[in-house]
């Protein structure tokens, strides 16, 4: 969950430093909560995958 989490805020942060459109994140703020949601349901729905979810863990 955490390795998500971590991924997602380098994506937004990188747009945002590549583009320098820092103004955005008072509309793109949201994110961070779906993002965090969304990290936890994969990891869910991947637990319950059986041996496919662990294949695709590694």
Do not use: C, H, K
């Amino acid at each position: 969950i955490p390795v998500g989490i971590i991924v997602g805020n380098g994506l937004l942060f990188s747009f945002y430093a590549i583009t320098g459109w820092w103004r955005l994140w008072a509309i793109l703020w949201p994110l961070e909560p779906l993002l965090i949601g969304g990290t936890i349901l994969f990891t869910i729905w991947l637990a319950g995958q059986g041996d496919r979810g662990r294949q695709v863990a590694r």
